[in-house]
T-cell receptor, first 110, second 112 residues
Framework: QKEVEQNSGPLSVPEGAIASLNCTYS??????FFWYRQYSGKSPELIMF????GDKEDGRFTAQLNKASQYVSLLIRDSQPSDSATYLC??????????FGTGTSLTVIP | DAGVTQSPTHLIKTRGQQVTLRCSPK?????VSWYQQALGQGPQFIFQ???????QRGNFPDRFSGHQFPNYSSELNVNALLLGDSALYLC???????????FGPGTRLLVL
């Protein structure tokens, strides 16, 4: 059973701060890693993906991957109230089947 | 550029009934995956369709079946509905072997 673990939160940060979301996975063969944002009552929205060890930046978002530690994280800089949502980590093993975590609820306090 | 669309948006059924959910992929995409998302949980993979065939299947019973049409749209059928089938059903599309998937708005199913 491939597992993806996330802290369910809720995680609260003040507006303008850095929010750090973490995810661990059990399958060492996992190859691709995705972060989705899901607003309450809506469907998941792709934020970014990362394949290689290290950091990948896209605007205010930075994904970090450490395959040796089986760990992937998402940093949100200059957090805004509109970032308040549930963040889902997803992992694939190259077979197009996504394994999702249960998500971390983030609240950005104005 | 049309995104992923799903219908209906909401559905109420009773136990034992059958339901069909529909999905049209994003323009240019040819692969459709279906997910079930229970309240407070992450999406769970049901199956994926490519070239009108089921390419991969998750840990769901045979009551869950699907189909893909030549225009790449897809249907999810669930027979003999159980109360536990109540969930948000999500369709995601992608192109060929690419892993990046984009989700539709979902169909919220309530089984009474």
């Amino acid at each position: 059973q491939k597992e993806v673990e996330q802290n369910s939160g809720p995680l609260s940060v003040p507006e303008g701060a850095i929010a750090s979301l973490n995810c661990t996975y059990s399958d060492r063969g996992s190859q691709s890693f995705f972060w989705y944002r899901q607003y309450s009552g809506k469907s998941p929205e792709l934020i970014m993906f990362i394949y290689s060890n290290g950091d990948k930046e896209d605007g205010r978002f930075t994904a970090q991957l450490n395959k040796a530690s089986q760990y992937v994280s998402l940093l949100i800089r200059d957090s805004q109230p509109s970032d308040s949502a549930t963040y889902l980590c997803a992992v694939t093993g190259g077979g197009n089947q996504f394994y999702f975590g249960t998500g971390t609820s983030l609240t950005v306090i104005p | 550029d049309a995104g992923v669309t799903q219908s209906p948006t909401h559905l109420i059924k009773t136990r034992g009934q059958q339901v069909t959910l529909r999905c049209s992929p994003k323009s240019g995409h040819d692969t459709v995956s279906w997910y079930q998302q229970a309240l407070g949980q992450g999406p769970q993979f049901i199956f994926q369709y490519y070239e009108e065939e089921e390419r991969q299947r998750g840990n769901f019973p045979d009551r869950f079946s699907g189909h893909q049409f030549p225009n790449y749209s897809s249907e999810l059928n669930v027979n003999a509905l159980l109360l536990g089938d109540s969930a948000l059903y999500l369709c995601a599309s992608s192109y060929g072997g690419q892993e990046t998937q984009y989700f539709g708005p979902g169909t919220r199913l309530l089984v009474l």
